[in-house]
């Protein structure tokens, strides 16, 4: 599932049920999500998609890359930010 944090409250934007065991998904299956979500986001300037350990993954962080959004690592009690050019932010 991808969501939208606005204010106080998270609103789904996208997510696909797939049939098999509980856990985590490929990447590549990430990707598909974020590439389908990209078109309704693109008028946004600023985009930043916190990700958990299910997205810490090349695919995903690619994806993120190559439509300049920045993103949010969050694992656990630790978080590093990154910027869609693979910079820190200032």
Known sequence: ???LAYH???LP???QNIRGQKGHVTG???Q???VRLQ???RAYRHVVVLDDAEYCN???IT???QQQWDFVRWTGLTRSTRSGSGAAPA
């Open 63 to 65: 994806c993120v890359r």
């Open 58 to 60: 090349e695919p995903v």
């Open 39 to 41: 078109r309704y986001l």
């Open 1 to 3: 599932m991808a969501a």
């Open 28 to 30: 590549a299956f990430q």
């Open 8 to 10: 106080e409250t998270v």
């Open 13 to 15: 934007l996208g997510w």
């Open 32 to 34: 598909a999500l974020l």
